[in-house]
């Protein structure tokens, strides 16, 4: 058991997120419900990456955040998603839809008061088939609870995507050089557009 009280909830079952929290020495539930099972509790959902990386610092920002929940696909606001009549009940309660939802796939929780009514008034409010994307902001906004948004890197391989940035800034032609457009005048530019950077600089002088 986890000494700082910490533990994962997984609504369904994924042998290789239990091993990897066991090795950690985190404490690890499987079921379907939200109810928040330790001081700190770390709730995943189906077909969602664990940041293993990240963990310490997810459950380390429930001292001071009563959740923490990553954003949603950026670009995709509350006024992109569900039906008509529930995005006007959306809007009733938070006054405007355009603003990002949530992605609640991996969400860090506190065992406390509003972090579970948060919780509960989010499952109620999504029956009937209801978007549970616009059912979390509208319980967010009325038992507003100290929220810390995350950003989508949380829901990545974290260490994946740090090799693959190497893996690109190693690759050959693939950094910017520093290129003369004009006598002590340089800027910078990728390998393969040399000539062109040099033909537009050349360009706008003459029209100068």
């Known amino acids: 058991m986890d000494p700082l009280g910490r533990g994962i909830v997984l609504l369904e079952e994924n042998a290789d997120i239990e091993k990897q929290a066991k090795r950690r020495g985190l404490a690890i539930t499987v079921w379907d419900q939200w109810t928040i099972s330790y001081e700190r509790t770390l709730f995943v959902s189906p077909n969602t990456k664990v940041p293993w990386d990240l963990l310490d610092a997810g459950f380390g920002l429930l001292e001071r955040w009563d959740v923490a929940v990553p954003l949603g696909v950026y670009g995709t606001l509350a006024r992109d998603v569900g039906g008509d009549t529930e995005r006007k009940a959306t809007k009733r309660r938070t006054r405007d839809l355009r603003m990002l939802l949530y992605d609640t796939g991996l969400l860090f929780s506190r065992q406390n008061e509003p972090a579970q009514?948060?919780?509960?008034?989010?499952?109620?409010?999504?029956?009937?088939?209801?978007?549970e994307r616009l059912a979390f902001l509208r319980a967010v906004y009325q038992v507003k609870p100290r929220l810390c948004p995350l950003p989508r890197v949380w829901l990545m391989d974290v260490p994946a995507v740090a090799r693959s940035r190497q893996e690109r800034r190693k690759r050959?032609?693939?950094?910017?050089?520093?290129?003369?457009?004009?006598?002590g005048r340089y800027v910078r530019c990728a390998p393969a557009d040399v000539e062109k950077v040099k033909k537009m600089h050349q360009d706008r002088r003459r029209h100068r």
């Open 117 to 131: 009514e948060l919780l509960s008034l989010w499952r109620d409010e999504c029956i009937n088939g209801a978007d």
């Open 172 to 183: 050959p032609g693939n950094g910017l050089i520093r290129v003369e457009v004009a006598p």
